[in-house]
């Protein structure tokens, strides 16, 4: 079984989770740094938008898991701050940064869409490395299985059963995005704003289907919330790739 703490400093406890989201988002930021160069925009303006959306992000993630578990949170509350237990909703922590990222564009004077498609292979790399977080909280796993690749984990209520690795299928997903933008931007990319609405789309399949075999999904009114925000994002991301593709960018 995993151990969740990696190391001890001073007597304080540093989870894997922190320290893999952290990792995450440190090389989200040199990603996009590097990438905004070659979009000039200058590096000092596209920090002051990631030092902004970033924290912005955390607490957009965190409120949405906190949102939809309030039955839990209620009970205690002081669990609440407790980010470093898990539960972080990424929807979240997308709306979140996302928001706080277009209020700075519009400040510094930033193209919104071409600040997201900077940024836009980030977030699939960032996923890819902050699912392993899970692995080591021992949580974000799927339903009971005998498959080869099943993982042991040890659930509350059952004890010691074999589960899918859920975590695992959307951090390979998530891998597989991040081709996907790349090879879409050197080969078919028309305008800007085309590989934040092709991530939206493709991330969301792959997390529509992953979803339906978690079982700490999040709900709202009976129905799998991540599953209905990835159908919204499907066909959001679809329409502005659409319109983007006809030359009709207006933002």
């Given amino acids: 079984m995993p151990d969740p703490i990696a190391f001890e400093i001073f007597g304080y406890s540093i989870r894997w989770y922190g320290v893999l989201i952290s990792l ?54 002081s669990e609440i701050i407790a980010i470093w237990h898990g539960g972080l909703g990424i929807h979240g922590g997308i709306i979140g940064g996302i928001l706080s990222g277009y209020i700075v564009c519009k400040h510094k004077k930033i ?6 498609d900077v940024v836009a292979p980030a977030f699939p790399l960032g996923q890819a490395i902050g699912r392993w977080g899970n692995y080591f909280n021992q949580e974000a796993y799927g339903r009971e299985t005998s498959l080869p690749w099943a993982i042991t984990v040890n659930d509350p209520v059952k004890g010691l059963i074999q589960v899918h690795p859920t975590f695992f299928y959307e951090s390979i997903w998530n891998l597989l995005v991040l081709g996907l933008l790349l090879i879409y931007e050197r080969k078919y990319k028309k305008s800007e ?19 339906g075999l978690r079982t700490d999904s999040l709900y709202f009114m009976g129905l799998r919330t991540a599953q209905l925000v990835s159908i919204g994002a499907i066909i959001i991301g679809a329409l502005l790739l659409a319109r983007l593709r006809k030359g009709t960018k207006k933002m």
Wanted: glycine share 8%.
């Fill in 24 to 77: 995450a988002m440190l090389l989200g930021v040199s990603i996009a740094l590097r990438r905004g160069k070659k979009k000039n925009i200058i590096g000092d303006d596209l920090l002051d938008v990631l030092i902004v959306a970033i924290p912005c992000a955390i607490l957009g993630a965190r409120i949405w898991y906190v949102l939809f578990s309030l039955d839990y949170y209620l009970k205690v509350p």
């Fill in 111 to 116: 193209d919104f869409l071409t600040a997201l």
């Fill in 193 to 211: 704003g085309e590989l934040i609405a092709l991530y939206a789309i493709a991330y969301s399949i792959g997390r529509f289907f992953i979803e």
